[in-house]
């Protein structure tokens, strides 16, 4: 089974999870990982080389057990995406998938995302970067692990083309707001909704998330957040 892979850091936006693998999981790992699996440790990533054509890319941070990232794949073939996720089987159940569907336009991490953005990924070679439902941290005392900072704005930022897009979704009002704050002191994005509340309507391509499912059992309401890489 392939392990997670990060720089050590004082605070991190997430906590590994000690989560049992499946052995359809594990297999995958075995089978899929050399067909889709990406490594920090191999350090700046070509993505011509890697996916053998030169398609816009996407980045997912954070899928989870990779279902949204599945369905944006498939459904948007002319795309390259690559996801990064710390948590083995949600890395494990994703490359299965990917494996029974033959998907070619899909990578993955198992990693930092970080760590990854700050190694791998090449200033200047996204079109899109995607933050789906992040821990909203939502003790306050826990406030400075959220993903969502300026120093990692900035650093998603340096990775979009000129016209790229970074969307964040969160069903959490606080971390919303928070996260709306923050984009906006961010020089290089200008944010793309025409609401007065700063919020977009969910984009044609984000699938509906189980988190957004959930949230919405709960009286919860999803905000989308869509900003563009100035020029």
């Not at 899929?32 to 996407?58: C, H, I, T």
């Not at 029974?100 to 079109?127: F, M, Q, W």
């Not at 003790?139 to 790229?164: M, N, T, W, Y």
């Amino acid at each position: 089974m392939i392990k997670p892979e990060f720089h050590r850091r004082d605070i991190r936006s997430f906590v590994i999870r000690g989560g049992r693998i499946t052995e359809a999981q594990e297999n995958a790992f075995e089978r899929y990982w050399p067909q889709y699996g990406l490594r920090l440790s191999d350090g700046p990533v070509e993505f011509q080389k890697v996916f053998g054509n030169a398609q816009p890319m996407v980045l997912e941070i954070g899928y989870g057990m990779g279902d949204s990232l599945l369905t944006m794949a498939q459904q948007e073939p002319d795309k390259n995406f690559v996801g990064i996720e710390v948590h083995p089987p949600g890395v494990g159940r994703l490359v299965n998938e990917a494996g029974k569907l033959a998907l070619g336009n899909l990578k993955t991490y198992c990693a930092d995302a970080v760590d990854v953005l700050t190694h791998c990924i090449p200033p200047r070679s996204l079109e899109r970067v995607q933050l789906y439902c992040p821990d909203p941290w939502h003790k306050k005392r826990h406030h400075k692990r959220r993903i969502v900072q300026g120093d990692f704005v900035a650093l998603v930022s340096s990775r979009l083309r000129e016209g790229g897009l970074f969307h964040l979704c969160t069903d959490w009002t606080p971390y919303a707001e928070h996260m709306l704050e923050v984009l906006k002191s961010c020089a290089e994005l200008k944010n793309t909704a025409v609401s007065a509340d700063g919020y977009v309507s969910k984009p044609h391509w984000r699938p509906e998330t189980k988190f957004e499912r959930r949230g919405e059992k709960l009286g919860h309401q999803m905000h989308d957040l869509l900003f563009e890489r100035r020029a």
